[in-house]
């Protein structure tokens, strides 16, 4: 059994891999759905086999018996992996006739100059800083509330901020930086861009470290990293394969980070891997034995949009499937015996929630679907920098990363940052307007 599921996640990664390129052909740039294929390849395919092989040779990780024990299981969720992918490729593709209505809206909003791209861009700037200091403002202003972020971020401690709402606006200086990169990248470098840049960065990293999350510094790079090589016309084969080697060196830097800082570190750097890796299939076959969870008939995906909300909203309304994966695997939610942290909910395992394997493969047309959308959204973008830093943004934290962490809490996360971008814009249009109306 261990070599056949072994061979099988081999070719799962071959086919991805062979998608991922097929689907870059011919284009300027790598597709979103190419990196969704490549991320699937990576964890679902070569991911798979390392974390097998070491539950079966002892390995101790959270959920490793549960991986040995359900070996009758192995072949089901290969197939599973395949429905998943060639879902994303159908949604992906299926999607096509209202592309152009997606381009119109997209064109209409991004119509700009440099002068009020980077009017936006301060605008994002100051706004983010004047709501995150509202927000500190609880724990008694902008240092203060480090020594808090990461007890916060667990669940064990908690402190009423009327101001909690504002937490998520930390993403405009994330997105104002991105837009100061992108105007200087295509050639208007006066002080004001320069200035602003750098205090946004520096506020973004602030913003970051206060999140407490490993991977957020790293992954704010590697969209500038990506925008950058988009910038430079490599054929988008070669970056789709550059992609795959630049994932394994994140990886690895992710491991030296979480070591440094004493945050869930391994001894070793394959014992970190299986250690971070092995969620979705640890979720895949807890929810198979359990059983309870496995048909929500997609109500996760229908709310979905609620998590756009202030989260005192919507308490008790609906229950987050990455609540019930951790009660599921850990055997209580987060917050409650001990536990700190809850556990993602991968694209695969929330499907299967939905009902049951036919679930795997409607939800991923359903995300193959969206980044169609948000591929043709930006894509549109006439600055060349500007197009290329948002679609580096959404190829690294939607298309390659919601493919692991894509329980609807999450991918609200990721998407938030653009909806703030839009209504940024449409808040300067609608400015600009009012005071052209009010001068005639």
């Not at 490993?214 to 016309?233: D, M």
């Not at 092995?278 to 609620?306: A, I, K, N």
Request: hydrophobic residues 50%; aromatic residues 18%; contains cysteine.
């Amino acid at each position: 059994m261990i070599v056949i599921t072994s061979v099988a996640g081999i070719l799962i990664f071959f086919v991805s891999l062979a998608l991922a390129v097929m689907c870059a052909q011919r284009k300027e740039y790598p597709p979103l759905v190419s990196w969704s294929l490549l991320a699937t390849g990576l964890v679902y395919g070569l991911g798979w086999v390392t974390v097998v092989h070491a539950a079966i040779s002892g390995t101790d990780f959270l959920g490793a018996e549960r991986i040995t024990s359900d070996k009758d299981y192995w072949v089901l969720y290969n197939l599973s992996v395949l429905f998943s992918i060639f879902g994303i490729f159908l949604g992906w593709n299926i999607l096509r006739p209202v592309a152009s209505l997606t381009a119109r809206i997209s064109s209409r909003v991004f119509f700009l100059s440099y002068k009020e791209l980077v009017f936006i861009a301060w605008f994002m700037l100051i706004t983010a800083f004047v709501l995150r200091y509202l927000y500190v403002s609880a724990f008694g202003g902008f240092f203060s509330y480090l020594e808090y972020s990461r007890a916060i971020r667990s669940g064990i401690f908690e402190i009423n901020n009327p101001w909690s709402f504002l937490q998520p606006f930390g993403h405009l200086t994330l997105f104002s930086s991105y837009i100061f990169w992108a105007v200087r990248r295509d050639g208007n470098k006066t002080f004001f861009n320069f200035a602003g840049f750098w205090l946004a960065f520096l506020f973004s990293v602030y913003v970051l470290y206060s999140w407490s999350g490993r991977a957020g510094f790293v992954i704010y790079l590697c969209v500038f990293l990506l925008a950058f090589i988009y910038l430079k016309h490599f054929s988008a084969k070669t970056v789709v394969i550059g992609g795959m080697v630049g994932s394994l060196a994140t990886l690895y830097l992710l491991y030296i980070i979480s070591n440094v800082f004493e945050i869930k570190g391994a001894d070793n750097f394959s014992y970190y891997v299986v250690k971070e890796i092995s969620f979705p299939f640890v979720g895949f076959f807890s929810q198979l034995e359990r059983g309870d969870y496995l048909y929500r008939g997609f109500t996760d995906l229908l709310y979905s949009p609620l998590y756009l909300l202030p989260s005192s909203w919507t308490t008790g309304l609906m229950e987050g499937v990455e609540q019930i994966n951790t009660l599921v695997i850990s055997g209580a939610k987060k917050g409650d015996y001990g536990v700190t942290g809850t556990i993602p909910v991968d694209l695969i395992t929330l499907g299967l929630m939905q009902i049951h394997v036919p679930g795997v493969f409607i939800t991923s047309i359903v995300f193959g679907g969206f980044i169609k959308l948000l591929q043709v959204f930006f894509s549109t973008i006439e600055s060349d920098s500007l197009r290329c830093v948002f679609l580096a943004y959404a190829a690294v934290k939607i298309s390659f990363i919601s493919i692991f962490y894509a329980n609807p809490s999450n991918f609200v996360a990721s998407v938030f940052p653009i909806l703030l971008l839009i209504l940024s814009i449409l808040f300067y249009k609608s400015l600009m307007l009012v005071l052209r109306q009010g001068i005639r």
